[in-house]
C-alpha cells in the first residue's frame, strides 16, 4: 500500500529557504497528482501546489507563486516543494497528497481539500521566525 513521508521542515529565519520531499514507499509514485497543502491550528487546510502525474502542469496558490518551486523525481519515487524568500505567514504544517486522479490538471485543484487524495503524508513542520 502506497505511503508518503513527509521532511524537510524546520525553523529558519525570514528570507531563507527550506526544500521539503515527500517521498513514496509500499507501492508507486509515478502516476499519481501530487498536492502540497498546509495547515495553521485552527484555521482551514490551504492547497497551495500540484504537479500532475506527468510532471506536465504545475499548479501554485497567489500566496507561493513565485516563491516556490514544486518538482518530482520518478526515479526516487519523491516530490518536493522548494520554498524560497520564506515569510511568516508560511508558518504551518505541510503535507503532501497523491492521487491517481488527474486533480492537477488546472486551478479546480484548489478546490479539492486532502481528502480527495488516496494517500497524504503525516506532515512537516515550518516555521518561520526572526
Known amino acids: 500500500q502506497l505511503q508518503l513521508a513527509d521532511s524537510g521542515g524546520g525553523l529558519v529565519r525570514p528570507g531563507m529557504s527550506l526544500r521539503l520531499s515527500c517521498a513514496a514507499s509500499?507501492?508507486?509514485?509515478?502516476?499519481?497528482?501530487i498536492g502540497w497543502f498546509r495547515q495553521v491550528s485552527g484555521k482551514e487546510r490551504e492547497p497551495i501546489s500540484c504537479i500532475s502525474g506527468s510532471g506536465g502542469t504545475t499548479l501554485y496558490a497567489d500566496s507561493v507563486k513565485d516563491r516556490f518551486t514544486i518538482s518530482r523525481d520518478y526515479a526516487k519515487e519523491t516530490a518536493y516543494l522548494q520554498m524560497n524568500s520564506l515569510k511568516p505567514d508560511d508558518t504551518a504544517v505541510y503535507f503532501c497528497?497523491?492521487?491517481?486522479?488527474?486533480?492537477?490538471?488546472?486551478?479546480?485543484?484548489?478546490?479539492?481539500?486532502?481528502?480527495?487524495?488516496?494517500?497524504r503524508g503525516q506532515g512537516t513542520q515550518v516555521i518561520v521566525s526572526s
Open positions: 497528497t497523491a492521487s491517481i486522479l488527474p486533480l492537477c490538471l488546472n486551478r479546480d485543484f484548489f478546490k479539492y481539500g486532502p481528502d480527495a487524495y488516496d494517500v
Open positions: 509500499g507501492g508507486t509514485l509515478n502516476y499519481h497528482a
